[in-house]
């Protein structure tokens, strides 16, 4: 089970951190996405962190996103900062099997979703 948390409205300029808590799984051996979709829009992968730490973000968020995950709390968070109107999204945090990281953009390769957190930034 994934749950996120950490949602709010800021001002564009401003930060926020999301968190994700797993259940039901050791979070070590699996690949942890963080997506986000607007209304209108497709899913699109944000960032992701596999077990041996190395991550991949989308252009639109480097250099402002960070993704990190803490296995004693089994938790995956996304820090956010400079965000901007277009970040205004419901963010959904996800967990895939295999660690390739060819694939951390597809969300028909995670296993498993949580039910989303929304930001907007206005």
């Known amino acids: 089970q994934l749950v996120e948390s950490g949602g709010n409205s800021v001002d564009a300029g401003g930060s926020l951190t999301l968190s994700c808590a797993a259940s039901?799984?050791?979070?070590?051996?699996?690949?942890m996405g963080w997506f986000r979709q607007a209304p209108g829009k497709v899913r699109e992968g944000v960032a992701a962190?596999?077990?041996?730490?190395?991550?991949n973000y989308a252009d639109s968020v480097k250099g402002r996103f960070t993704i990190s995950q803490d296995y004693a709390k089994s938790t995956v968070d996304l820090e956010m900062s400079n965000l901007k109107p277009e970040d205004t999204a419901m963010y959904f945090c996800?967990?895939?099997?295999?660690?390739?990281?060819?694939?951390?953009?597809?969300?028909?390769?995670?296993?498993?979703w949580g039910q989303g957190t929304q930001v907007t930034v206005s």
């Open positions: 962190i596999r077990s041996d730490g190395s991550t």
């Open positions: 996800a967990a895939k099997r295999t660690q390739s990281g060819s694939d951390w953009r597809d969300p028909d390769a995670y296993n498993h």
């Open positions: 039901g799984f050791a979070l070590n051996t699996w690949c």
